[in-house]
């Protein structure tokens, strides 16, 4: 079972970037799917998540109305798309699974994990 983040990049503030996360061995509708990131020298921080019936997305305040989850069922494929990207948004982006519906923003609530995509907003 495997997950995989990928879409970081660089971008110049104001830009926009999507994210995607993959998986193999799973099923992203049955799962709560959260996206977190972690900047240098901070704690990992939860910054979106969405339920498996798609009906409550979920988003940190310094993200709502820039950021929007998704998911692609025929794709399996949960996406985050990164709009008015600013400086303080650059960090190692990460997307996780959860299979016991714990608070979504608790790294402690997420089962599988994938590896990081570094998302860079800079001029």
Partial sequence: ???QASGGGLVQPGGSL???CTAS????EDYT???FRQAAGKEREGIS???TGMT???YRDSVKGRFIISRNTDKNTVYLQMNSLKPEDTAVYYCAADTGG?????RSSYDYWGQGTLVTVSS
Avoid: H
């Avoid at 061995?25 to 992203?28: D, E, P, Y």
């Avoid at 714990?102 to 608790?106: E, F, M, S, V």
């Fill in 18 to 20: 999507r994210l995607s």
């Fill in 49 to 51: 998540s969405l339920n």
């Fill in 25 to 28: 061995g799973l099923t992203f």
């Fill in 102 to 106: 714990g608070p979504w923003t608790l």
């Fill in 33 to 35: 799917i959260g996206w």
């Fill in 56 to 58: 409550r997305p979920n």
């Fill in 1 to 3: 079972l495997q997950l």
